[in-house]
């Protein structure tokens, strides 16, 4: 489990074709602290470190991780949120995420509103019940409110916004319209969809 607070930004410095995908990522953490079966969350996506250095960490990435996750990600240079998994008794911020990514969302808009960045994202309609006003939503790892919801028939557009601290901190700051985003509901609000549409007629 995670939070959706990012601690660190880690750069994809090596990536191995094994079957699956053999990322090196350098990082600022702290590897004596990091074991080797650890969950690290990379923009979103849980991973299991499978190798470590002085300053960097390695990951498997499955073909199906690869697949339903945003492209771009797991490259050379690509650039990650990353977040360790929660221990009990450290201080929870943002909201709870798995780091299990529901879907891959698209920037429509980004519009400057003071000092922060007013941004639409589009998500497939399937998730529309489960992303609502003032709820949370983890965007590539990061956990942001939900502030308007929108249907449509085949797509739900929903916004959210970035205060300076959340675009200097995460790989958010530079974002444009067309950005593929790894997409999390709220853990709660998957239960709660699953249970409505399991319920008999």
Same mark, same amino acid.
């Given at each position: 489990?995670?939070?959706?607070?990012?601690?660190?930004?880690?750069?994809? +410095?090596?990536? /191995?074709?094994? $079957?699956? #995908?053999?990322? =090196? *990522?350098?990082?600022?953490y702290d590897m004596d602290t990091v074991d080797l079966g650890a969950s690290i969350a990379c923009s979103g996506a849980c991973l299991t470190v499978v190798d470590k250095g002085e300053d960097w960490f390695a990951v498997d990435v499955s073909q199906e991780s690869a697949s339903r996750t945003a492209p771009g990600l797991?490259?050379?240079?690509?650039?990650?949120?990353?977040?360790?998994?929660?221990?009990?008794?450290?201080?929870?911020?943002?909201?709870?995420?798995?780091?299990?990514?529901?879907?891959?969302?698209?920037?429509? +808009?980004?519009? /400057?509103?003071? $000092?922060? #960045?007013?941004? =639409? *994202?589009?998500?497939?309609?399937?998730?529309?019940?489960?992303?609502?006003?003032?709820?949370?939503?983890?965007?590539?790892?990061?956990?942001?409110?939900?502030?308007?919801?929108?249907?449509?028939?085949?797509?739900?557009?929903?916004?959210?916004?970035?205060?300076?601290?959340?675009?200097?901190?995460?790989?958010?700051?530079?974002?444009?319209?067309?950005?593929?985003?790894?997409?999390?509901?709220?853990?709660?609000?998957?239960?709660?969809?699953?249970?409505?549409?399991?319920?008999?007629?």
């Amino acid at each position: 489990m995670f939070t959706g607070i990012i601690t660190d930004i880690g750069t994809v +410095r090596s990536v /191995e074709q094994r $079957g699956d #995908l053999r990322l =090196t *990522i350098g990082s600022s953490y702290d590897m004596d602290t990091v074991d080797l079966g650890a969950s690290i969350a990379c923009s979103g996506a849980c991973l299991t470190v499978v190798d470590k250095g002085e300053d960097w960490f390695a990951v498997d990435v499955s073909q199906e991780s690869a697949s339903r996750t945003a492209p771009g990600l797991w490259a050379e240079s690509a650039r990650l949120n990353l977040e360790r998994a929660l221990r009990v008794g450290d201080e929870l911020g943002g909201h709870i995420v798995t780091g299990h990514v529901d879907a891959v969302a698209t920037v429509t +808009r980004v519009d /400057e509103v003071g $000092g922060s #960045l007013d941004v =639409t *994202i589009e998500a497939p309609r399937a998730l529309g019940g489960a992303i609502a006003p003032k709820g949370s939503i983890a965007l590539d790892g990061v956990s942001l409110t939900v502030n308007t919801v929108e249907d449509a028939s085949d797509t739900t557009r929903f916004a959210v916004n970035l205060i300076p601290h959340t675009a200097e901190h995460t790989t958010l700051g530079g974002i444009t319209v067309g950005r593929k985003l790894n997409l999390e509901i709220d853990v709660l609000a998957r239960y709660l969809k699953r249970m409505t549409e399991a319920r008999p007629e």
